[in-house]
């Protein structure tokens, strides 16, 4: 077989695997993208607030009303992040 | 002179001991020949003492007890507001029974006996979310909203729920305003991070991750996402080492763990 005939098929062959690693690498890229979009998760749901006594929920001391309806995210018992600052 | 302020002080003195050492007054023991009457005051002295014994079976993680105690004092049917708040309580011996429909139900009857029990709406949400009733989880986060805007665990609720029926821009503007009162609660960060990336705004989501994270250092799920937020503009090698972090800081997570490492692996720099 002529040098240049091996010479060209070689090159064609290195050009076709370029081509389709390019292919594999955006299609790896695109599977990752989607693989990640699952991953992306919201935070966990908010745990139970605690019982109440016979009293209900009205007067001063009904810890899981003010909970409840408390501005802060102390006092509503909401998840906490790890290690917050 | 003397002898005459002497004697007022001490005059005053006594008085205000006297004050000090008096006791209320004894509850009358109630006295009736009636049968109804007598059959109500044991309902009561019952309803109470079950209360008292359920509250403490529900500290003791005597989850089976409590049920069958707010149970029995369901049955009674009191007047409220024991009605609604034994079923309050029913429905957390449930749910930790894993019984999250009949904790559902309890919790929509104490509504309906008392329409403004916001502990009752919080734990209901999350209830439904357990159990996947995205539907009546937002329609009771609405209602918990608008009776108390100002909540922290309602907005944090409703943008749970938002961000787990697609509905980004609510829960964008839910976690926006929980962190207008809390700026330094790192999870509200993460969550509205992750509404402004499903929203396109990944220069938004980034920042938001990045806040999340200079308030919560090793927050591995926060770094996991600032990762694949850099991915998507295509920053490669900062994704990779925003992997790399996430695999130092989710020891805890092995799920997590696993994907920061096949995402690492992934990026060839």
């Known amino acids: 077989m002529p040098r240049a005939l091996v010479r060209h098929l070689l090159l064609a062959a290195a050009l076709a695997g370029a081509f389709f690693c390019g292919r594999f690498a955006v299609a790896n890229a695109a599977a990752a993208e989607d693989v990640l979009a699952g991953q992306l998760t919201p935070s966990a749901a908010p745990g139970l607030l605690g019982p109440i006594t016979s009293a209900g929920r009205k007067g001063w001391d009904c810890k899981p009303e003010h909970a409840a309806a408390s501005a802060s995210v102390h006092a509503a018992e909401l998840p906490a992040a790890p290690d917050t600052r | ?269």
């Open chain 2, 1 to 269: 002179m003397r002898i005459s302020v002497l004697a007022t002080l001490i005059a005053l003195l006594t008085t205000t001991a006297a004050l000090s050492q008096m006791y209320p007054g004894a509850t009358p023991v109630p006295r009736t020949t009636s049968a109804p009457a007598l059959a109500d005051l044991a309902k009561q002295r019952e309803v109470e003492e079950r209360f008292r014994i359920g509250l403490a079976a529900l500290s003791a993680a005597n989850y089976k007890g409590a049920a069958a105690e707010f149970a029995r004092v369901v049955a009674i049917n009191p007047a409220e507001p024991k009605g609604s708040t034994a079923r309050y309580d029913l429905a957390i011996a449930y749910a930790n029974l894993q019984r999250e429909d009949d904790a559902a139900a309890q919790l929509r009857a104490a509504i309906e006996l008392d329409p403004g029990f916001l502990a009752a709406m919080a734990n209901l949400v999350a209830v439904d979310l357990a159990r996947g009733d995205f539907t009546e989880a937002r329609s009771v986060a609405d209602r918990f909203l608008a009776l108390a805007p100002d909540s922290a665990r309602a907005l944090y609720a409703r943008g749970i729920v938002a961000l787990g029926t697609g509905d980004a821009a609510t829960a964008r503007e839910d976690f926006g305003k929980l962190l207008h009162s809390n700026p330094a609660y790192a999870v509200a960060h993460y969550d509205l991070a992750i509404a402004e990336e499903r929203l396109g705004h990944i220069d938004a989501a980034e920042r938001e991750l990045r806040t999340a994270l200079s308030l919560a250092p090793t927050y591995a799920r926060a770094e996991f996402a600032l990762g694949a937020v850099l991915l998507r503009q295509g920053r490669r090698s900062e994704a990779r080492d925003a992997f790399v972090r996430t695999m130092q800081d989710a020891s805890g997570d092995p799920a997590l763990l696993n994907i920061a490492a096949a995402m690492r692996d992934s990026i060839a720099i």
